[in-house]
Structures are given as C-alpha cells and as structure tokens.
C-alpha cells in the first residue's frame, strides 16, 4: 500500500465517523451527523442495561443478548410556537433521538437519546416496542416525523404539509387543530397556572410513553466519538509505521 493510500484510508475513517445517516429535514433543524454518531454512540455503550430491562420486562422469558441498531431516528414533537400560531413556527420541535434495539427472542425498545445541559449526549428513556423506528421508515425521503404526544398521533412532516403516518392521509389545517386543541392551555395559561392534567406539557423535552423508564442518570457520552476518532487514527498510523518499516525509504 503506497503512502498516498494510507493517508486516505487514515481521513476516509475519519469521516466515516461523522457522517451517519441524518435526513436534510434533520440538519435544517439544527441536528448534524455528528450530533446523530454521538447520540447513537450513548445508547450502544448501554448494552447492559438494555439485557436488565428486557429481563425485568413482565414478558421476560430467560437471558437474552441484545443488539442496537445502527439507526438513529429524529423525533420531533409538537411546537408549543406552532401551536400558538406563531409566524413561520415549524409545527415541531427537536426532542430526541430513538435508537432502536431487539433482544434474542424478538421483543424490542427504544432508546431515547437526549442533548444534556452541557452539550453531551445521554440516554433519557428505555420504551417498549420500536414505534419510533416503525413511523421513521415510513418517511417520505427528506421529511420529519413529528409526534403529538396528547393524541399519540405521528405525521410526516414535508415542507408545510403534515400527513398522518397512520392512514398516509394528509392532514388539512393543522395548524387551526391542534390550536383549537392546545392553545388554551399553553405554558402561562390559566389552565397551566391551575395545575391542571392532560393539557399541553412543555416543560419536559421527553415525554414517556409504554412501560419504559428512566436510563441511569448523568450518563455523560459527550466523549466517547472523539475517543473512537482517536483510535481509529492510531490504529491506522500503526500501520502505516509498520509499512514503512516493511518498505523503507
């Protein structure tokens, strides 16, 4: 191998690690690849934890191995702007990241993987099924997947047209629905003031869903891609010394 191969097998590694799937719906959001290899990269190092919840699950049948998928899902839920009608509001927000999972006998979840105060990448949620994976590859190419979680509805999202991913019909006058739904009971609202349940909840980014629970607290990943970055330069700049060793100058 010449010295002009080794140098781009060293950057074309590099770059791989940067660049998992990520839809341009997503990065116009303000979501990259890199955000989406870092997200993922928190929810395979919970392997572990995944095996105890599958074997905690009601449905447990005996020891299971689990694999993580190598998708990472953006999911995007309900925008309180939107709702309220507010100029040129997209009808979602980023919430997270779903990385699904399946153990050896078949049954599934769903990681949620969150953006932490500090910028890293975490683990907010363990959610039975792959729902989250089920809707995504429904997408039209280039479309979000948007959830509405007071219904549990989930809708592609493509430019300003909003289709149902239940019946793949399209849904006319969103906007004026889910308004006539929410808007009265918004963050600072009366109904919000009172305390009252099952209205419009923004206060949390994640909101759960089926029997999953809370992922170990303060799971700090933020690192682990530069780390992998790291090897991935060692290992090659090892080969590349015993190359020149084999083959000196």
Do not use: C
């Amino acid at each position: 191998m010449s010295r002009r191969a080794l140098v781009l097998a060293v950057l074309t590694g590099a770059a791989l690690l940067m660049t998992a799937p990520v839809s341009g719906a997503a990065q116009a959001a303000g979501i990259s690849s890199a955000d989406a290899v870092a997200a993922h990269t928190a929810a395979a190092g919970l392997r572990d934890t995944l095996v105890r919840f599958f074997a905690e699950a009601p449905d447990a049948k005996g020891p299971v191995t689990v694999e993580v998928a190598p998708d990472a899902f953006p999911v995007y839920e309900l925008s309180p702007d939107f709702v309220a009608g507010k100029p040129g509001a997209a009808p979602g927000d980023f919430a997270y990241f779903a990385i699904p999972a399946r153990a050896s006998d078949g049954r599934t979840a769903t990681l949620w993987s969150v953006r932490g105060a500090d910028g890293s990448w975490q683990i907010g949620n363990i959610a039975s099924g792959d729902v989250e994976g089920e809707y995504a590859r429904k997408l039209p190419a280039g479309a979000q997947l948007l959830h509405e979680p007071q219904i549990d509805a989930w809708y592609a999202v493509d430019g300003g047209r909003v289709t149902s991913l239940a019946d793949g019909k399209p849904v006319a006058g969103y906007q004026r629905t889910v308004g006539a739904r929410y808007a009265d009971k918004l963050p600072g609202s009366a109904y919000d003031r009172n305390g009252e349940a099952g209205g419009y909840d923004a206060t949390s980014q994640v909101m759960p869903r089926g029997d999953g629970g809370p992922a170990p607290a303060g799971h700090d990943t933020g690192w682990v891609p530069l780390l992998i970055l790291v090897g991935v330069l060692a290992v090659s700049g090892a080969g590349y010394v015993f190359h020149l060793r084999r083959n000196p100058a």
